[in-house]
């Protein structure tokens, strides 16, 4: 495959194979809780490496990179605000070289954690942030930039025009979503699939969709949501493996690569063009994903 745009090869009716959860593995590889996993694209590259390959091996044909909480904003929690650009431009030159020529790197970024609402900051600050983050991560390689579990519409939007506007990057942007008691998605802050969809294209996403939350099961009412909210337009799902249960103080996803398996055909007819996973995915997760997603492609 020579690698050109996401969205040219998805307007060929190709279906994609994303990747898999990066915090619950930083953790088996011995993230401490309080440590910024950021930070391990300078002190551990080699482990964040072996991640991306993983993912990579597994049959992902994009990669995301560690920098979820890369803006000025998180990093300043523990004390590395000055070193934003540095760490993100760390973070996809590796995922970079584990990708390789032929498959993608979709750089992730993350909520700053605070809220125009409250006026923890002005919306020029959180423009600046999401564009220095942004911009170091193109500088390392990065194909696209995932703006991921993202819950207010001004946060979300204000970043995809950052990166839309300052980089030549594809965009993607997704929220995350939990079910009410009426059976109803909304994120955090009450905004709906339908809502989010259409926000999001609006400001310049060139592809949309839910991440983290649920399971991949409730992920296909989602897309469903979505997908008549935007008819055309491309959706990437990143589903948890199921909803977690805690056991002895350890968080345990249950779904296994089979049951994530077996969903795909449904998630794909509901609408997504993209499929890959959030907390408790492994690369046999996505391996299970893209030997399902090519079965459905030979079908079809």
């Known amino acids: 495959m020579v690698r050109g745009k996401i969205i040219d090869t998805l307007k060929k009716g190709r279906i994609l194979v994303s990747d898999g959860a990066w915090g619950t593995f930083l953790q088996k590889k011995g993230l401490n809780p309080g440590e910024c996993p ?28 560690d920098s979820f909480g890369g803006t000025s904003y998180k990093l300043e929690h523990y004390g590395l605000s000055v070193r934003a650009s540095e760490i993100n431009e760390a973070s996809t030159k590796i995922s970079r070289r584990a990708a ?17 609402l409250m006026g923890d900051l002005t919306e020029e600050e959180l423009y600046n942030s999401f564009k220095e ?27 995809i025009k ?61 897309v469903r949501e979505m997908r008549e909210a935007i008819p055309n337009s491309f959706i990437l799902v990143h589903a948890n493996a199921g909803l977690p249960k805690n056991v002895n103080g350890i968080d345990i996803f249950p779904e296994t690569p089979e049951d994530m398996a077996a969903k795909v055909p449904e998630l794909i007819k509901a609408g997504a063009n993209i499929i890959g996973g959030c907390c408790g995915t492994t690369p046999a997760h996505i391996k299970a994903i893209k030997q399902a997603v090519d079965a459905y492609s030979i079908k079809k």
Do not use: H
């Open 100 to 116: 390789g020529e032929n498959k993608w790197v979709i750089a992730s970024i993350g909520p700053t954690g605070k809220m125009l």
């Open 162 to 222: 950052a990166a839309k506007e300052n980089t030549k990057c594809e965009v993607i942007c997704t929220f995350t979503f939990d079910r009410a008691v009426n059976g109803e998605y909304r994120t955090m802050m009450g905004v709906s699939p339908e809502d989010a969809a259409k926000a999001a294209i609006e400001a310049g996403a060139d592809i949309i969709g839910p991440n983290c939350g649920n399971g991949i099961e409730r992920m296909i009412e989602i």
């Open 133 to 159: 983050q942004a911009l170091a991560l193109e500088k390392g390689g990065a194909d696209a930039l995932c703006i991921e579990t993202m819950s207010a519409i001004d946060e979300a939007t204000i970043a």
């Open 38 to 65: 950021e930070l391990w694209c300078i002190t551990r590259p080699d482990d964040v490496f072996d991640i991306a390959k993983n993912y990579i091996d597994a049959g992902a044909d994009m990669v995301e990179s």
